[in-house]
């Protein structure tokens, strides 16, 4: 067991470096939208997704109302749902400690314990959220305490980086003509979807693409 | 309390239970074929949202910027079978050497 957990810190080093890149000016442009040093730091304690993150201190900087900044956040992470269900069948122990699964998860941890047939490596999914939560918060509090010493992230083409890390991962996933369906099904609603939706709407609405997989085997 | 501190309060909260809720009900359950059939495919069905929402996604709107450039450079690495931090490199010298340029 020891070993899955090892080998989920190991598969997700190379994420560990974009998520510190991101905590950073996530950080910084927290700070840049007036929520102080404290807050951010624990916005990412809690909530840690990223995308969520941003959207509600874009809102909040831009002098948004704190409902709007809300519901774009709780939008964006809504695709948990769908992630924390999808782990279930594959949790075992009490509530509590199917609770504490639940909450390793974002994006890159559900993703790198994938078994690829419907099933999750749940000592992967805790070795890689044991990577990435500190490698967050660490970011994050270097971007909201030192922010100003910090030039721009996306002057080193880092937004460039998740595309391109979401995209690896994708391919590891296609594993028959089905996978590759629900891969363009999804890409293509989303698509479809980013100029007439908030941001969040397109990835959830891009699960309905996993109905492909129904008649499975 | 501020409006700041009331959406990391709510968000944060409303986040964890998102996360934990479904594990805690639906967990250890035994699921039918079909619907492991359905988790299957969500991975790449999400994934390829990720990637064409943070690639193509504005305001809702969507932009051509340099993160195209990026995510082209990331998927000819890809298909390189280049290891995926390799790819992830390519992606962001590909993007700030376009953004640096234009």
Redesign the interface.
């Known amino acids: 067991m020891l070993g899955r957990y090892r080998e989920g810190i190991r598969v997700s080093?190379?994420f560990a470096?974009?998520v510190v890149a991101f905590g950073v000016s996530f950080g910084v442009l927290a700070r840049t939208a007036?929520?102080?040093a404290v807050?951010p730091i624990?916005?990412s304690?809690?909530?840690?997704?990223g995308?969520?993150?941003f959207a509600?201190a874009a809102i909040?900087g831009s002098g948004g109302a704190?409902a709007s900044?809300?519901a774009a956040?709780?939008l964006l992470?809504?695709?948990?749902?769908?992630?924390?269900?999808?782990?279930?069948?594959s949790?075992?122990?009490g509530?509590l400690r199917?609770?504490?699964?639940?909450?390793?998860?974002v994006?890159e941890s559900?993703?790198l314990s994938?078994r690829?047939?419907?099933?999750f490596d749940r000592d992967k999914l805790i070795g890689v959220a044991l990577t990435l939560y500190p490698a967050w918060l660490a970011g994050t509090a270097i971007g909201a305490i030192g922010g100003d010493a910090i030039g721009d992230p996306?002057?080193?083409?880092?937004?460039?980086?998740?595309?391109?890390?979401?995209?690896?991962?994708?391919?590891t996933?296609?594993r028959s003509r089905?996978?590759?369906?629900?891969?363009?099904?999804?890409?293509a609603?989303?698509?479809l979807l980013?100029?007439?939706?908030?941001?969040g709407v397109?990835?959830i609405?891009?699960?309905?693409?996993?109905?492909?997989?129904?008649?499975?085997? | 309390m501020t409006g700041v501190w009331v959406t990391v309060a709510v968000v944060g909260a409303v986040s964890v239970a998102i996360k934990a809720v479904p594990a805690v009900i639906l967990g250890g359950r035994e699921v039918p074929a079909a619907v492991t059939g359905i988790f299957e495919a969500l991975a790449p069905a999400l994934l390829a949202a990720l990637v064409v929402t943070q690639t193509f996604g504005g305001d809702e709107e969507l932009v051509l910027d340099p993160r195209a450039a990026g995510l082209g450079a990331a998927a000819v690495a890809v298909a390189l079978r280049a290891p995926i931090l390799v790819a992830a490199v390519v992606a962001a010298v590909a993007a700030a050497i376009v953004r640096a340029i234009t």
Do not use: K
């Open positions: 080093a190379p470096v974009a007036g929520m102080g807050a624990v916005f304690a809690t909530t840690w997704g995308s969520a993150q509600a909040l704190v900044a809300i956040a709780l992470n809504s695709r948990y749902l769908a992630m924390s269900a999808a782990i279930a069948p949790l075992t122990g509530a199917r609770a504490l699964h639940g909450v390793a998860v994006d559900w993703a994938a690829g047939d419907g099933t996306e002057a080193l083409g880092l937004d460039a980086a998740f595309p391109a890390l979401f995209l690896a991962l994708m391919v996933q296609l089905q996978h590759v369906a629900a891969a363009l099904l999804g890409g609603i989303a698509t980013i100029p007439f939706t908030p941001a397109p990835i609405a891009a699960s309905v693409a996993a109905l492909v997989g129904v008649r499975g085997r």
